[in-house]
């Protein structure tokens, strides 16, 4: 990829990103880092379920009642980042969050995972991290399940490949990407 452009290079990092849903690619699973109420970072690993390009969003099922979804109604900025060895690529895209509770597209998701074993990470009767006598495998009967959308808005990439590691950094628009030293 020694000549390629930043016009080509973006590209080739969405088709990527459309693939990272896909069981075994490294980038599904993320680091989703966030801001607390008091201002202190905070992050988490979270699967990557969906991604549409077009919109430049990525989404993640998770517990309506997990602190991070409190976090992101006060502070929507957040960060995700994503490492492959395989690719040798870094991302670290600038988000902006909203998590859906309702909605056609929240039931879609919601409707194909009732059919699977992952139903259960959105039946517990408490919240998660919630203090515990001892560890439970209890469930409720009521669902608690929420899509987080990350709408990307700056994508920072880092290339291990060459000799000589190359990054650059895309933001929202046109005429908006750029080298940077890595
Ligand atoms: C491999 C792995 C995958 C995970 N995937 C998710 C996920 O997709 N959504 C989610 O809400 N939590 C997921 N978790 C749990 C979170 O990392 C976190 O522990 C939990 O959501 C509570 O986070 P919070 O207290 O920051 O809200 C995953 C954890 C691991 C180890």
Known sequence: MGDDTLHSIEERLWQELVRAPQRGHPWRLCTLATVTPEGLPDARSVVLRQVDPAERELCFFTDTRSPKVAQIARQPQGVLVMWSAELGWQLRLGVQLEV???????????????????????????????????????????????????????????????????????????????????
């Open 100 to 182: 859906l509770d309702s909605g056609l597209a929240v039931l879609s998701h919601w409707t194909r995972l009732k059919m699977t074993p992952a139903v259960f990470d959105y039946l517990s009767p408490v919240p998660p991290g919630s203090p515990l006598e001892r560890p439970s495998a209890e469930r409720g009967d009521r669902e608690h399940f929420g899509v987080i959308c990350a709408r990307v808005q700056t994508i920072d990439w880092l290339d291990l490949n060459t000799n000589g590691q190359r990054r650059a950094r895309f933001g929202p628009g046109p005429g908006t990407a750029s080298w940077l030293a890595p």
